[in-house]
């Protein structure tokens, strides 16, 4: 750290420590030239995830909206918040799995799809009329026609 004192770059660092919310770090450093002291505040770099959308262009990864948009799918339906709080969890470490921490709406909608279908399938089925993005009623047919096939398998 250059000193804002002399402009010498050698210091030694007197005392560290962390904020109170631990983002950033407050060294307390002294010249090695002039022997004046200076603080220096570094902050934590967090790991952000991404979302790469269809028309991929990328935003952070938002835990509270993807909730939200379950919490929506399972609206009077007999799933428990904790089972969409693993959801949640679960593409996490999904995206945390991923070496550049990107994931694409469509992986995510499929992931949460495969798990919704196990607990609850009409919340499967508003789910994925979202996620899918259907254009016309004749796919969400075809979405339900399948749904009872599997049913009657
Ligand atoms: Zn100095």
């Given at each position: 750290?250059?000193?804002?004192?002399?402009?010498?770059?050698?210091?030694?660092?007197?005392?560290?420590?962390?904020?109170?919310?631990?983002?950033?770090?407050?060294?307390?450093?002294?010249?090695?030239?002039?022997?004046?002291r200076f603080t220096t505040y570094?902050?934590?770099?967090?790991?952000?995830?991404?979302?790469?959308?269809?028309?991929?262009?990328?935003?952070?990864?938002?835990?509270?909206?993807?909730?939200?948009?379950?919490?929506?799918?399972?609206?009077?339906?007999?799933?428990?918040?904790?089972?969409?709080?693993?959801?949640?969890?679960?593409?996490?470490?999904?995206?945390?799995?991923?070496?550049?921490?990107?994931?694409?709406?469509?992986?995510?909608?499929?992931?949460?799809?495969?798990?919704?279908?196990?607990?609850?399938?009409?919340?499967?089925?508003?789910?994925a009329s979202v996620y899918?993005?259907?254009?016309?009623?004749?796919?969400?047919?075809?979405?339900?026609?399948?749904?009872?096939?599997?049913?009657?398998?």
């Amino acid at each position: 750290m250059r000193c804002p004192f002399c402009g010498t770059t050698k210091d030694r660092v007197v005392d560290s420590r962390m904020s109170k919310e631990a983002v950033t770090i407050r060294r307390r450093r002294e010249c090695v030239n002039c022997k004046k002291r200076f603080t220096t505040y570094e902050e934590i770099e967090d790991v952000t995830y991404v979302v790469v959308k269809k028309d991929k262009r990328r935003e952070p990864f938002d835990r509270h909206k993807l909730f939200a948009g379950l919490k929506r799918a399972c609206e009077k339906r007999p799933v428990g918040i904790v089972q969409l709080q693993e959801i949640v969890n679960d593409v996490e470490h999904l995206l945390h799995s991923k070496p550049d921490k990107e994931i694409t709406t469509s992986e995510i909608g499929e992931f949460v799809i495969d798990e919704l279908r196990a607990l609850d399938q009409v919340a499967y089925v508003r789910f994925a009329s979202v996620y899918r993005d259907f254009k016309s009623l004749d796919q969400f047919l075809a979405e339900l026609t399948n749904l009872l096939q599997i049913e009657r398998q």
